[in-house]
């Protein structure tokens, strides 16, 4: 009997250990950010307001856009060449077609803008003191490689690029179905963040292995955490439904057969490929295996040695170099 008590009071503190280990992860990913002052974030619809113009009058409906789309009209209105340009994308049959469609699905946009919001609320958390981008929505008449964009202190987001995996012309462009399957709503604000990420922290050369490369990929994806953390994961890093329940099924597994082959430290190539590159899936494990296995495993061991070292700030993380480090300290080891 004493035995017995003994015994369950030291699984009662095992469980508050894990308990309380979890906590900090959850409530570090969770800071009040109520009383940081910032305005509502407001989304300038350039691409409702410039299809607006009448093209009869184009010069002169430009310049009354000018007031608000400064970073897109600062050009001479005067310039006739400049003029004819902006004509020939008007008419553009397909800019027409994503305007429309554009239209139809984004009338109302309160939910990104909210979303946006509270992601630079974290961000004037964790960075006192930067400047928050003014942000605009546009039409990019498929600039697939580029859903958002930065360029000075402004956000540019692509909304033709999130109609949904089943819009027929990104079918008829070629695009292959994985990709489809991040053309939605839920990636916007996450798409956002990344390209925030880029901007603030730039991607570092490659690493020479392939646990350099998933610390990298890691980071990113922490950072997105940090910025958005009631975001769904499986939007964070571009995943199916189906492909987050398989690499939450057998995180353990792939993590073990990294181990046991010692692919960790490898500098192959084709190997760090195999689990780094985008695609399809990973062929090594199997059709329903997502790709990027690699940068997953990196963002648990992220996470891991954010939540088991609280005194690291998200900035000195971020430009920390010494994958190694991160990792032992992590002492990540996937739950079976």
């Not at 009071?9 to 570090?28: D, E, H």
């Not at 803008?113 to 942000?135: C, M, S, W």
Request: proline share 6%.
């Amino acid at each position: 009997m004493v035995w017995h008590k003994h015994h369950s009071a030291i699984l009662f503190m095992i469980c508050l250990v894990a308990f309380s280990a979890c906590g900090r992860g959850k409530q570090r990913l969770h800071p009040d950010v109520s009383k940081i002052s910032l305005p509502q974030v407001i989304i300038h619809r350039y691409d409702l307001d410039l299809f607006r113009v009448h093209s009869g009058q184009l010069q002169q409906e430009l310049e009354k856009l000018k007031p608000v789309y400064r970073f897109f009209l600062g050009a001479d209105l005067n310039d006739p060449a400049k003029l004819a340009d902006m004509k020939d994308y008007l008419e553009n049959p397909r800019n027409i077609a994503f305007h429309a469609e554009v239209t139809a699905k984004y009338s109302d946009i309160h939910a990104i803008e909210n979303a946006l919001t509270d992601a630079f609320r974290h961000y004037q958390f964790y960075y006192p003191g930067v400047k928050i981008p003014r942000v605009y929505a546009y039409i990019s008449g498929g600039d697939y490689d580029f859903p958002v964009q930065f360029a000075d202190s402004v956000m540019l987001i692509g909304l033709d690029n999130y109609l949904g995996k089943d819009y027929k012309p990104y079918i008829s462009d070629g695009l292959p179905f994985y990709r489809l399957t991040r053309m939605n709503p839920g990636n916007i604000a996450p798409d956002c963040i990344k390209a925030l990420s880029n901007i603030l922290h730039p991607k570092q050369i490659a690493g020479n292995n392939l646990l350099e490369q998933m610390i990298e990929a890691g980071k990113r994806l922490y950072f997105t955490d940090a910025m958005l953390p009631d975001a769904v994961d499986r939007f964070k890093i571009g995943y199916t439904a189906a492909q987050h329940d398989w690499i939450v099924k057998n995180e353990e597994h792939v993590w073990a057969a990294i181990i046991e082959n010692r692919m960790l430290y490898t500098t192959d190539g084709k190997l760090m490929r195999a689990f780094m590159a985008d695609g399809p899936f990973t062929a090594e494990f199997s059709k329903e295996a997502p790709p990027r296995l690699g940068e997953w495993l990196g963002w648990q061991i992220v996470r891991k040695y954010m939540e088991n070292q609280p005194a690291v700030t998200l900035r000195e993380m971020m430009n920390d170099q010494d994958a190694q480090k991160i990792l032992t300290n992590s002492r990540y080891k996937p739950e079976k």
